[in-house]
């Protein structure tokens, strides 16, 4: 059978603020930039959610794209959608919720709801250029 990859899209509005404790306001500041904004900042985030597989025989799908959609509003947006993400999500209470980390927890939230056969692959737009994508 051969494997084909399907993506759902979605979007979540969040804020964050890029900061290590463990550094000087000034080393915050030389490294983050105004990412690091004491009062946060927000991102419109487009969110693209890829599973590769193989084609079931039965369905024609590889992954019902109705079960996709409903893994992702409960994994992701209902989590992170409006929401400070340094104080109201777990994950980033001691993780530095830059883009690449955001992708990777996203990854880790949505991957245990697939099929061990599926492969994902998590692109995240922080900006309209500035995206990164992740995949085990």
């Known amino acids: 059978m051969p494997k084909v990859t399907v993506h759902r899209q979605a979007h979540f509005n969040a804020a964050h603020r890029l900061h290590r404790e463990d550094w000087d306001e000034a080393k915050n500041k030389a490294v983050f ?3 690091n904004n004491p009062h ?20 024609g799908f590889v ?8 893994i992702i509003k409960a994994d ?12 109201q999500v777990e994950e980033f209470k001691n993780l530095n919720p830059t883009a690449e980390n955001i992708a990777v927890v996203i990854y880790n939230r949505i991957k245990p709801s697939l099929s061990s056969q599926h492969e994902l692959e998590i692109t995240l737009y922080e900006t309209p250029r500035n995206f990164v994508t992740y995949k085990a």
């Open 33 to 35: 930039g105004k990412c």
């Open 40 to 59: 946060y900042h927000g991102h419109n985030y487009k969110l693209i959610v890829s599973v590769t597989g193989e084609i079931d025989p039965e369905t």
């Open 63 to 70: 992954i019902d794209l109705k079960e996709l959609k409903e």
């Open 76 to 87: 992701v947006e209902e989590a992170f959608d409006h929401k400070n993400l340094n104080i």
